[in-house]
């Protein structure tokens, strides 16, 4: 346990080191890119004396060293700034629109996850049939594939063709459905929690629908790739020795599939299945714009539009802690599955 609480703590470490650089790149970004956040701002026809004014209330005239602890501290605080655009604070922004991408993310994984690893199973003990060579044209299809065509055809011939689904936006959240289900009574009625279940099922059908095909763009590339790494994570453990021991013991077939060689072929598909829900967490922009899905995505690509850099730093640092977070929590559930890792 020690040991485990040592491996732990280093990662968690680690982890700091690394989303510091990412605040650190992305500060020094703001001064790479051309341009300057008052060209945005200023009107056309603003004065030299205008533009220093807006420059000196947004601490732009502010030395790079004080304006870059500034900002470290202002993090440190929960402080992500404010909009230039708006005025507005960045955090409650940021924060209010992460749900509808964890949401996203999480969903394409499961959805990966789903087809993926049955799909890599059938494939491997299938081998040279048609189910394997099916699922390899399956998996180069999907790995070669570019999401955003990949969205766009979705849209054009499941939505506009055949209006099977919606073609864009979300009218309401799973976390909305879920607190709507509950209505928590007054204490006449002894606090009871009565259930609404009939707006529950059409908030689902609802937000099912509309987060299909953002879903199943979001996660090709992914269940390709699980796929791929299923199959050859069962052929390699198929042919070890504890395999033919317990298929020599007369254990079933399927037992011995299930049971041994896929669980053991589970340990490498955890770790990338957790690093590919932080890509997945990042990698969501452009399928948010493609369907006009109200996360981060769209606010990025509005803030970068409008050169509106505290809001841009402000997304991505949340994206790149996301990331980091979900590696140590993968890291701490490779550790309790192989412990090998900690040595």
Not at 39 to 66: C, K, M
Not at 251 to 277: D, F
Not at 334 to 343: I, S
């Amino acid at each position: 346990m020690a040991s485990f609480g040592r491996f732990l703590a280093k990662r968690v470490l680690q982890g700091l080191v690394v989303i510091f650089g990412v605040i650190t790149v992305l500060f020094l970004l703001r001064y790479i890119t051309p341009g300057s956040p008052v060209d945005f701002i200023a009107p056309l026809d603003a004065s030299q004396a205008t533009r220093e004014r807006i420059a000196d209330s947004l601490g732009l005239n502010e030395p790079l060293y004080v304006q870059y602890a500034d900002y470290v501290v202002s993090l440190l605080q929960g402080d992500m700034g404010y909009s230039y655009r708006s005025g507005t604070a960045v955090r409650p922004r940021v924060f209010a629109k992460l749900p509808a991408t964890l949401e996203l993310a999480v969903v394409a994984t499961f959805v990966a996850i789903a087809i993926s690893i049955p799909l890599g199973v059938v494939s491997a003990t299938r081998r040279h049939t048609v189910p394997d060579y099916v699922a390899t044209l399956f998996s180069l299809l999907g790995i070669s594939t570019p999401n955003f065509w990949l969205g766009v055809m979705l849209v054009v011939v499941l939505a506009v063709q055949f209006g099977f689904f919606p073609t864009s936006s979300r009218p309401v959240g799973l976390l909305d459905a879920l607190g709507n289900l509950v209505v928590i009574a007054g204490p006449e009625r002894g606090w009871a929690l009565p259930l609404r279940v009939d707006p529950f099922l059409s908030d689902m059908q609802n937000w099912l629908l509309h987060i299909v095909l953002p879903a199943i763009t979001l996660g090709t590339y992914f269940t390709a790739l699980i796929t791929r790494l299923t199959r050859s994570g069962m052929l390699d453990q198929l042919g070890r020795g504890y395999v033919r021991a317990a298929r020599a013991k007369g254990l079933p077939e399927t037992l011995v599939r299930y049971r041994h060689a896929l669980r053991n072929t589970l340990i490498p598909v955890i770790t990338v299945v957790g690093l590919q829900l932080g890509t997945l967490i990042g990698g969501a922009v452009i399928t948010e714009a493609v369907f006009d899905w109200p996360g981060l995505g769209s606010l990025v690509i509005d803030a970068i539009n409008n050169r509106d850099w505290p809001l841009i730093q402000g997304c991505l640092v949340v994206i790149g802690a996301g990331f980091v977070i979900v590696n140590i929590v993968v890291d701490a559930l490779y550790a309790k599955l192989n412990p090998q890792v900690m040595d």
